[in-house]
């Protein structure tokens, strides 16, 4: 069993910056694939990016490219989302998840095992 924590949402102004990070405990964290998801209201959660282990490859979804970065220090057992350039449509709960495929970089939601319990990030125009 993996216990997921989210911190680090808020409310930014478009432009602005916030870093979430994602803190495990339980199993060995550093032999999981790890993701972060968003869910907009009335919206479906959604891919936002993901790193495997160990060699930490990443993949994001086209929406956050170049604005967003993963990163994930196994030592501390917590994997962070750097998000710069926000805009409002990246108003969301984020989510990180936790894939016991440790190389792989999926963006199903059906391929994480283990979810946090999300944190709210608005971003005001």
């Known amino acids: 069993q993996v216990e997921l924590v989210e911190s680090g949402g808020g409310l930014v102004q478009a432009g602005g910056s916030l870093r979430l990070s994602c803190a495990a405990s339980?199993?060995?964290?550093?032999?999981?694939?790890m993701g972060w998801f968003r869910q907009a209201p009335g919206k479906e959660r959604e891919f936002v990016a993901c790193i495997s282990w160990p060699a930490a490859s990443t993949y994001y979804a086209d929406s956050v490219k170049g604005r967003f970065t993963i990163s994930r220090d196994n030592a501390k057992n917590t994997v962070y989302l750097q998000m710069s350039s926000l805009k409002p449509e990246d108003t969301a709960v984020y989510y990180c998840a936790a894939d016991k495929a440790p190389y792989r970089l999926s963006v199903r939601t059906s391929e994480y095992d283990y979810w946090g319990q999300g944190t709210q990030v608005t971003v005001s125009a």
């Open positions: 339980g199993r060995t964290f550093s032999r999981y694939a």
